[in-house]
């Protein structure tokens, strides 16, 4: 496979999940212009990650912070980066100036580093809560119960912005996941108010290639999906 024809079979796989997005959106009643697609590329190469940029998709997800720096040096600085997995506590110096939207505070010990480090450089920082409603161990997230003490941090945090909520389902049948999509709705609906300062839309991060349309019936403003687009592609295509 050249380029030309992986560029070919990127544009194709695009058009699917798209569309797939905008079928989801239709049976919800919702417009396809409320979701956005996240494409998730920590798969694949540089090279490949700037094919799907050219192809149209401005954002761009990473789970590992050290994947998200490296991709980000060697991509245009028009991408808007998305930090979607965890960021441990010594990477978030480095994290901050790149990413666009951190959507993994997974404790109010990360979000407290986060505050000092925005302080610190004068920068301001889009952030996520990311919320272990799985109750699995190996899923991160923090507990519902550290909501309120997430709020209260941020209600005192002048240049850390919280849009929303995000999680992970397990992995399952798309259907067993809606009842978890759900339970981020109604959480954001409680602690919105409160999370999200007044001027900006609330946003939730849920959905990813097993399961993202599911989550769009249930309310997704963003869609994590990275499998679907690349599955059955070679590898040293990709790599
Ligand atoms: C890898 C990853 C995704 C994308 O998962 P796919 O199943 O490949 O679509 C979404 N969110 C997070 C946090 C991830 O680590």
Redesign the pocket.
Known sequence: MDREQLRHELAQRLDVVRARIAAACWRAGRKPAEVTL?A?T??VSNDVARALFDLGVADL?E?RPQELWAKAAALPTTVRWHQ??HLQRNKVERTIPIATLI??IDSVRLLNKVVEEADRQLKSVEVLIEVNLSGESEK?GMAIESLEEAVAVLQKAARVRCHGL?T?AAMQEPEACRGTFAKLRTLLATYGDRLVRTDMPWQLSMG???D?EVAIEEGATMV???????EGIPSEVLR
């Open positions: 996240v998730v920590k798969y997800g789970s979607i997995g959507h993994s991160t995000m992970m990813m290639s097993n993202f994590r999906v990275g499998s679907c687009l690349f």
